[in-house]
């Protein structure tokens, strides 16, 4: 692959990454929610991993992460990277190149699913087990609701993106 479509790449990547900042700021302080957040952070994620495929999710994911806790003031600690890796991991390996409504219909929930475990599983190593069921439930209780906001918005983000995807897949095949 030539250097113009690597740059055109990581140019997509860095864009979709700040747009997942911004989304996860913007919920911890307009909701005030520090220690719970809501997942809508991953919309870009999932959009990047599908285009691009999952090496590009993952580290959109964990750049993103890296960034929103600085921005946030949060103390980093490197578990809780897990749960935004499994955002841009997953739908990059079910979706990438075969991207269907259909199929993102279960990969939502499934991501949804892994990134509340990883969480639970970092809550869990940080702040004793207490902490971590007493979250679960909410986290469990709240994938489906999320989950067809989630699907809802990356479905039709994707369908507007589309055209400039298909341009995107082709030149890069091309080479």
Same mark, same amino acid.
């Given at each position: 692959m030539n250097?113009?479509?690597?740059? #055109? /790449?990581?140019?997509?990547?860095?864009?979709?990454?700040?747009?997942?900042?911004v989304i996860d700021v913007f919920f /911890?302080?307009?909701?005030?929610? #520090?220690?719970? +957040?809501l997942p809508f952070y991953a919309i870009p994620i999932i959009l990047g991993s599908i285009i691009l495929g999952p090496f590009y999710g993952i580290g959109m994911a964990v750049v993103g992460d890296a @960034?929103?806790?600085? @921005?946030?003031? #949060?103390?980093?600690? $490197? =578990?809780?990277? =897990? &749960? $935004? *890796?499994?955002?841009?991991? *997953? $739908? +990059?390996?079910?979706?990438?190149? !075969?991207?269907?409504?259909f199929k993102l219909s279960y990969v939502v929930p499934l991501s949804y699913l892994f990134a509340s475990l990883s969480n639970t599983l &970092? =809550?869990? *190593?940080?702040?004793?087990?207490? &902490?971590?069921f007493a979250l679960l439930i909410p986290r469990l209780a709240l994938i489906p609701f999320n989950s067809v906001i989630i699907f809802i918005l990356v479905r039709d983000a994707n369908?507007?993106?589309? $055209?400039?995807?298909? !341009?995107?897949?082709?030149? *890069? #095949? /091309?080479t």
């Open positions: 250097g113009s479509k690597q740059l #055109q /790449k990581l140019v997509l990547a860095a864009s979709l990454a700040a747009v997942s900042v /911890k302080y307009a909701l005030n929610i #520090q220690n719970f +957040g @960034i929103g806790v600085v @921005i946030s003031g #949060q103390i980093y600690l $490197p =578990l809780f990277v =897990l &749960a $935004p *890796i499994m955002w841009g991991l *997953i $739908p +990059g390996l079910l979706l990438h190149k !075969r991207y269907t409504p &970092a =809550l869990y *190593i940080y702040f004793g087990n207490h &902490a971590a369908q507007k993106l589309l $055209p400039f995807s298909e !341009r995107f897949n082709l030149q *890069i #095949q /091309k």
